[in-house]
């Protein structure tokens, strides 16, 4: 198991779609305007770093691909990265340099950022069957507590006790 596991690194995922969910007062969720910028942007990059890690595992994308993929779909900036190098663009060499940084982690840790996706989707998956199970009785806070006393185990692996354990939560 990763150090920063399905369950960890996913638990933090979905804690900031959580943030992001509309509530009676506050449409937007808990996100200010430019916070909420700034948390699709880092979603995207996040994306992004899925595609790539699969892209180069299986693949589909080499190594100078994937910076360029990334340099061009966070930052906006098209054009090869290789070519930036002697160019007199900054953006694009800070752009680069860093798309550089995220290529080099996940073309040496393979799944390692699809973890976090995987993980976040799990507990979504949790969340609704859940929900749907116990219909107006589904408490999210019952069912954040018991998903935490869980601990760093990822959701597929305990879902039939859990959803046993929620529904015995819920009862009058």
């Not at 700034?38 to 992004?48: A, E, F, G």
């Not at 940084?101 to 040496?108: M, T």
């Not at 760093?152 to 859990?162: C, G, L």
Request: neutral net charge; hydrophobic residues 40%.
């Amino acid at each position: 198991m990763w150090s920063d596991s399905m369950a960890t690194e996913g638990w933090a995922l979905y804690a900031e779609a959580l943030m992001a969910e509309p509530q009676s007062h506050r449409p937007d969720g808990f996100y200010t305007p430019e916070e909420r910028l700034y948390m699709l942007q880092s979603k995207l990059l996040r994306d992004l770093r899925v595609r790539v890690d699969i892209g180069i595992h299986i693949g589909k994308l080499k190594y100078n691909e994937a910076v360029n993929f990334i340099s061009a779909n966070l930052d906006f900036l098209p054009g090869s990265c290789q070519d930036a190098t002697g160019g007199t663009d900054q953006r694009k060499k800070v752009s680069c340099a860093a798309a550089e940084r995220a290529v080099l982690r996940y073309s040496q840790m393979p799944t390692q950022a699809v973890t976090y996706r995987l993980g976040k989707d799990e507990i979504l998956a949790l969340r609704r069957e859940s929900e749907q199970f116990l219909g107006d009785r589904f408490s999210p806070q019952a069912f954040h507590l018991l998903l935490l006393k869980q601990g760093t185990i990822p959701a597929s692996y305990f879902k039939d006790e859990f959803l046993r354990e929620i529904q015995a939560t819920a009862r009058p």
